[in-house]
């Protein structure tokens, strides 16, 4: 059986422990060293970096998320055994693991985490599909002889030098399309690295529930069983007509799935789409000061974002939500493509204003879309404000100042109330 040891990377082919350095953290699979298409999802990643950042919280269950009417964005493993989970309204995290340290999200630190880990990602191939911040898809055929190593091996070592280096640990799915391989990443979680072979696609499936596909919520959920589809065996049994007649586009993918058939190419050149940053507020607020601060923190976000992703955006979207769960979105362009975070605020306080006295609000957004190269943005002058060229310097010289010393080295004003 080849096998690989993930903390030596040693190969070699046994049902026992690693011959060179004797640790059990080894993986075994018949098609180990053929298969070349990679999940890598980071494991409970914002809370991972403030863990790394702060090793105080080591031993300490940590939540990321918002106030207490908000909801959680990552929960380490620590909290997760107490039933924590993404996307839970904060107080019911609470109400399960009252003991948890909650911090706001950093997401400059994310980023810089994230592009540190992109950069390792992009030595082993140019072909990378980032789904977020902390997972991507990467395509590895034809790199075994740049490499002079199979693709698993040089996975494994992605995996280790992430820990060695950045401190921040990873899960590998590898498989032969990118539906399993994203399955596989979630086998094993953390520090997992599992394989699903082409010969064992169908009987590793078939007792599998659907909800193992990816982007089934809970409504295609409820489709399903309402048809006496529970488990892929159960959809195994539909012929291909019937799914479509039953499920319209939808059934020709779960048709295709069922048989572990996926023929989506793993894309370097994925457009992003918008950029955005919302809070829910602890509690409903219409003080200005305070939603002002908000919209310029947004902002900054939002900014940081388009920045590490060298892009820009020609529409500025605001998106509040009143005390009544009411919506309110607005929206405007601008002359040309920006990311920087004075004239996202300048418009986004704009449409604010727009809004009038409709308060108090539960939840703020500030987003960016129309997205383009960076290389277009931000360079025509504005003959109705001939200050905003000296505004865009200063942020660029705020910029260079934050990348030598930090991000808290230049704060504005307004961001502290």
Same mark, same amino acid.
């Given at each position: &059986?080849?096998?690989? %040891?993930?903390? %030596?990377?040693?190969?070699?082919? =046994?049902?026992?422990? %690693?011959p060179a350095c004797r640790s059990p953290r080894v993986t075994r699979h018949p098609e180990l060293f053929d298969l070349t298409i990679a999940h890598m999802d980071c494991d409970a990643f914002y809370a991972s970096v403030e863990k790394r950042d702060n090793p105080d919280l080591a031993d300490k269950p940590l939540i990321i998320g918002g106030g207490r009417r908000g909801v959680v964005s990552t929960a380490c493993y620590i909290a997760r055994i107490k039933g924590v989970k993404s996307a839970m309204p904060m107080f019911k995290a609470l109400k399960l693991c009252p003991e948890a340290v909650v911090l706001r999200p950093r997401f400059d630190a994310y980023t810089e985490a994230s592009r540190a880990i992109r950069a390792m990602m992009d030595e082993l191939t140019p072909v990378v599909e980032p789904l977020s911040l902390d997972e991507a898809f990467m395509d590895l055929s034809g790199t075994a002889r740049l490499h002079h190593a199979p693709p698993a091996v040089m996975?494994?070592?992605?995996? /280790?030098? &992430?820990?060695?280096? #950045? @401190?921040?640990? @990873? =899960?590998? @799915?590898? =498989?032969h399309n990118k539906f399993l391989a994203k399955v596989a990443s979630d086998l094993d979680k953390p520090r997992g690295f599992s394989v699903i072979g082409k010969e064992e696609t169908t009987a590793f499936l078939r007792p599998k529930s659907v909800r193992l596909i990816w982007g089934i919520g809970p409504a295609a959920q409820t489709s399903l069983n309402n048809a006496g589809i529970h488990t892929f065996d159960d959809l195994l049994r539909w012929d291909r007509r019937d799914l479509h007649d039953r499920f319209g586009g939808m059934g020709e993918r779960l048709y295709s799935l069922a048989r572990g058939e996926d023929g989506r190419k793993i894309s370097a050149r994925n457009p992003v789409k918008s950029l955005s940053n919302e809070t829910t507020f602890s509690e409903d607020t219409g003080n200005d000061d305070i939603l002002d601060g908000h919209i310029w923190r &947004?902002?900054? /976000?939002? =900014?940081?974002?388009?920045?590490?992703?060298?892009?820009? @955006?020609?529409?500025?979207? #605001? /998106?509040?939500?009143t005390h009544n769960f009411k919506g309110i979105t607005k929206r405007q362009s601008l002359h040309h493509p920006t990311q920087i975070a004075d004239t996202i605020y300048r418009t986004a306080r704009g449409l604010f204003d727009q809004v009038g006295d409709r308060g108090p609000y539960r939840l703020l957004g500030v987003g960016l879309s129309e997205i383009t190269s960076a290389e277009t943005a931000d360079r025509e002058g504005d003959l109705l404000d001939p200050d905003a060229g000296r505004r865009i310097d200063a942020e660029k010289a705020a910029d260079a100042i934050r990348e030598k010393f930090g991000a808290d080295a230049i704060i504005k004003g307004r961001a502290l109330r």
């Open positions: &059986m080849p096998a690989l %040891c993930r903390d %030596c990377l040693t190969t070699f082919d =046994s049902d026992t422990r %690693c996975l494994a070592r992605l995996v /280790k030098r &992430m820990k060695d280096e #950045l @401190g921040l640990t @990873g =899960s590998i @799915g590898l =498989s &947004m902002a900054e /976000k939002v =900014s940081a974002r388009a920045k590490a992703k060298d892009k820009a @955006g020609r529409v500025v979207t #605001l /998106k509040l939500k």
